[in-house]
């Protein structure tokens, strides 16, 4: 009986110690027939099918007896084998693309099924140390700080899922060499496209349109001045209005009825033709690029440019320090939304263009290409320019047994470039999702749209307008100059 409660009290305390990640102790305990005499128990986590879950059978390996410790093993032999029998390691993961992936729909959280690059670098660890990496995510909760907990609470013994080093947390947990580089950037609204009618009237500067009102302007005005008295000359050149008329013909490439008979105003309407005739060829061949090849409003391409802007600021809340850090982000880290779902943040930066989000450019490069409108062109925009950039890790509970076996096989991996391969072969495949969404062969003919046209029918209801105006204007004086009769 008292055998029996000397085990007990030691199960108990070897698992009280095991809780507290002391992994090799050694308890000595008086023998109850000799109380000079003391027993050495311990336990060894991983044999006979054991995980590190079975504490009710502590072993003897030595005894103290005059002051002297006899062991045949040895007291503190290895309580982590090289080897461990496919015992499970509990991975609580933070779901960010390409660094975790989900395979499928989850059925059972607590045993998900996932790819992605530290979740291959986890199977080869595991494959490598004979554990089975059970992997843990929460849909419901997929944010860092979640993960965190878990692991905190003793729920996981790994935490993944794009980690940057944090000091923080380095008191708190065990973490690996560092492994892959990530860094922080702005992604905005792609810029709108310019509307055909904008792209019509623009397709000239300011100063050139300026030059050909000029130039219209001054050689009716000189035409008539020249023709004015000369009662040789058609009339037509001698009404300023006609002139004004004929003038706006040749500007628009239509032949007029008559030359002057005044030799310094045939040249003036030569030179005016010729004039006409280059500006209308250039006009005509940039109209045409306009037609085929769409042109785009300016597009927000740095920070600058951003806070100059009416839109929203969205940040990860795992990235809050690097803007706590830098001065510059205090106002946008006061009116910050937390992104605590990264795809509903961009779906609003892409399809609503509200709001700018700061995200991981490993992530954005994997899964910005599935932005695409049905013209193949990218609806987010990534700045060129990063943030900042940092270091991914992976974290563990304090006092991880196999953080040194971890480290030493993540070098190996790193220095034989395996890392680096897993991202570019994801990035890859982001890739052909892009092919798959390229849009129609160009080559098949297609009518034109009634927005390709739309500047016609503006012109045409301008002109409409105009001419309603004139009619009223006319009609209202004809009336008022008509002398009454009495």
Known sequence: MIVEDVIIYVSYFLEKLWRRQVINAVIM????????????????????????????????????????????????????????????????????????????????ENNASLEGI??????????????TAVYRVSEKYNTLAYTLNELASLRADISIGAIPPDNEKHEIFDFTVTYLDESVTWCVPSSEETPRWKNFIFSFSYQSWSLIVFSYMSCSILTWFLSRNDLLESLNYRNLGRIFLWNYSILLNIAIPKQPLRVTARY????YILFCFIASVTFQTFLMSVLTEPIFEKQISNFDELIS???????????????????????????AIICDDIRSCLHNVSFYKN???????????????RYINSKGRHLIYAFKSDIVSYPIEMLMKKGFSLLEDFN??????????????????YLSETYSIEEMNEPEDESVTKGLSLEEIQIAFLALFIGIFVAVLVFILEHCWKRSCVIPVF
């Open 408 to 425: 030493q096989i993540i070098l190996k991996l790193k220095e034989t470039g395996l890392l680096s391969k897993w991202q570019n072969d």
């Open 268 to 271: 003036i309407i030569y030179a």
């Open 118 to 131: 530290e979740v291959l670098l986890l199977d080869i660890i595991a494959q490598k140390l004979n554990f």
């Open 29 to 108: 305990v008086h023998n109850s027939s000799d109380p000079k005499h003391l027993n050495c128990y311990t336990w060894d986590p991983y044999t006979e099918g054991h995980c590190g879950n079975q504490f009710k059978y502590p072993t003897v390996v030595g005894e103290c007896l005059n002051e002297q410790i006899q062991s045949e093993k040895g007291l503190f032999s290895s309580k982590i084998p090289d080897q461990l029998s496919r015992c499970p390691v509990l991975i609580q993961t933070c779901i960010i693309e390409p660094y975790v992936i989900k395979k499928e729909e989850i059925v059972d």
């Open 355 to 369: 709001i700018a989000v700061a995200v991981p450019r490993l992530y954005m490069d994997y899964i910005g290409n």
């Open 309 to 335: 802007t009416d839109l929203n600021f969205g940040i990860m809340e795992s990235h809050r320090r690097f803007y706590e850090a830098d001065p510059k982000y205090k106002n946008i880290l006061q009116k």
